[in-house]
């Protein structure tokens, strides 16, 4: 077999023959230059402060990212500050772009072992994955670009994740075609941040395919977003405080840390003294005010397994409706399920047992075609991409006179600002003259000053100027409520259907669902030690 880039070292270290048991982490990220963000790239970094902070600092963490520092490709917007102002205001004056402060640097991870390509998952799973042992853990974490499921926008299972080169997509189907290679003793955890991740969640069929039987090595997965919507996260931007995404949220609950160093409350929802993954997933649920509505792979399990009580003799049986009396979902809950529950009905202002009619009613009544579109029964549908940076490539300029940022033409400002540059540096207004990049290089000083000595200048540079979004402007937006009652009524649904499973005579799935449960359950950490009179047991 042809071994694909950066995995020939792994055999020459003795990979392929031997791994010792214990927890191997691999992580692919970024994607295409066009769509390679840096906030991808800070998201490997703050992955590996986890894994140190929790113990698996000296873990086999096999990184694969974006072309893996063949050229520069990772995308990045100049710091706020004057050279940033001044590229923008020039990119809008003589090209009408206002995406001129993106620059594109190397990837900069140390360690780094190759792109990250369909042909390197390949081999990874082919040489890596075959050869760890039962008993071993396995994660796998996956930070960069998805795809929807083109041929079922409706009711989507095979998403896509988009990688560098060619080809350019591994579906769900090919996904578990290379899960299918690990011993099905490995305990894995997948999370996976990227656009329509909820389609991953499918992996726990064979082929990725409900029809075909559930795989016989049971996958816990955490998911951003259920498999019909975009999710948050990526940016050129450079400020990691504005970095809002799934697997910041995730993180830093196992963490106690931002990717900012400021402390956070570990979540210890059951009191064992540990945070389990579950419990960050209820941490996202709870602090993260994003768009996305995160999943799970026993959410996929249940929802196409179990049901919701239809009349006759249903009641009777014990299955319960899916406007279940609250009290009754809560002490069917988990304490991590619990814990979402109260603190989202709280923040939305909900009382009384029938709190899940009143959410579902209230979803309704802030955007009436969404929750038509999204019906509760199921995934939910398209979403506009609102605040997000996934589609589209983000540094690609138009054709000077084309239209702006606003879908017009040039300003009548930006219109004689050009023509004052114009009368000193003519070169600036040829689209590619070779000689516009030594003058913006070399006269970069003066052009500011002509620019600054013009009467519309200080205008125009405040007019687009880039701004933050106002947090609280956000949290009160019709999308951003909708999301906080989709996440209440998804944790509802969650833990009424795998209230009901057990009493549908179905022991497959039962016995699936409890061992996902179970793995999703663990922990990041490795277990301490075991202790016999005050030492640790020998070969622990």
Request: proline share 8%; hydrophobic share 35%; with cysteine.
């Amino acid at each position: 077999m042809r071994l694909a880039h950066g995995l020939a070292f792994a055999i020459v270290g003795g990979w392929a023959a031997t791994v010792a048991a214990g927890t191997h982490v691999v992580t692919f990220g970024g994607g295409p230059p066009s769509h390679n963000q840096v906030s991808l790239e800070r998201n490997v970094e703050y992955f590996r402060r986890v894994l140190a902070g929790v113990g698996l600092g000296d873990a086999r963490h096999d990184v694969y990212f974006g072309d893996g520092g063949a050229r520069n490709s990772v995308q990045y917007r100049l710091p706020d500050g004057d050279d940033q102002r001044l590229a923008r205001a020039l990119g809008m004056i003589l090209m009408n772009n206002d995406e001129a402060d993106i620059r594109y640097e190397k990837v900069r991870l140390p360690g780094l072992v190759g792109p990250s390509s369909v042909a390197n998952v390949d081999a990874w799973f082919e040489v890596v994955g075959r050869s760890l042992p039962p008993g071993e853990r396995l994660v796998f974490y996956f930070t960069g670009h998805g795809g929807p499921d083109p041929a079922h926008r409706d009711a989507p299972r095979d998403t896509t994740l988009v990688m560098p080169g060619h080809p350019n997509a591994l579906s769900v189907r090919q996904f578990a075609a290379q899960l299918d290679k690990l011993d099905p003793g490995v305990d894995l955890t997948l999370v996976m941040v990227q656009c329509y991740s909820g389609g991953f969640a499918n992996v726990i069929y064979n082929e990725g395919d409900p029809a075909k039987g559930l795989a016989r090595h049971p996958r816990a997965g955490f998911f951003s977003t259920v498999a019909t919507r975009t999710a948050a996260g990526c940016t050129p931007d450079v400020d990691e405080e504005d970095y809002h995404e799934f697997s910041t949220s995730f993180f830093e609950a196992i963490l106690g840390e931002t990717r900012t160093g400021r402390a956070v409350a570990k979540p210890d929802f059951d009191g064992d003294g540990r945070t389990t993954f579950d419990e960050a997933f209820a941490h996202v649920l709870l602090t993260s005010d994003t768009i996305d509505i995160p999943t799970t792979t026993s959410d996929r399990l249940i929802r196409d397994r179990s049901r919701f009580a239809r009349g006759g003799d249903d009641e009777a049986r014990g299955l319960l409706p899916q406007d279940a009396p609250w009290s009754t979902v809560l002490a069917a809950a988990s304490p991590s399920q619990r814990a979402a529950l109260e603190g989202l009905s709280q923040a939305l202002g909900l009382d009384g047992e029938d709190r899940l009619a009143k959410a579902r009613s209230k979803a309704g009544e802030i955007d009436p075609e969404r929750n038509r579109r999204r019906g509760r029964g199921g995934d939910q549908g398209p979403n506009p991409a609102e605040g997000h940076e996934d589609h589209g490539p983000t540094a690609q300029a138009p054709p000077p006179g084309g239209p702006n940022f606003n879908g017009r033409g040039p300003s009548p400002a930006a219109a004689r600002l050009r023509a004052a540059l114009a009368d000193r540096w003519p070169e600036l207004t040829v689209p590619f003259h070779p000689d516009a990049p030594r003058i913006l290089a070399e006269e970069r000083d003066e052009i500011r000053r002509v620019l600054e000595a013009q009467p519309d200048y200080a205008a125009f540079s405040r007019r687009i100027a880039r701004r933050a979004p106002d947090p609280a402007a956000l949290a009160r937006s019709p999308e951003r409520r909708w999301v906080k009652h989709q996440r209440l009524l998804e944790r509802a649904d969650a833990v009424i259907l795998g209230s009901n499973l057990p009493k549908l005579g179905d022991a497959e799935a039962l016995g699936v669902y409890r061992r996902l449960i179970e793995l999703e359950h663990r922990a990041l950490a490795p277990d301490p030690a075991p202790v016999v009179e005050g030492r640790p047991r020998a070969g622990s």
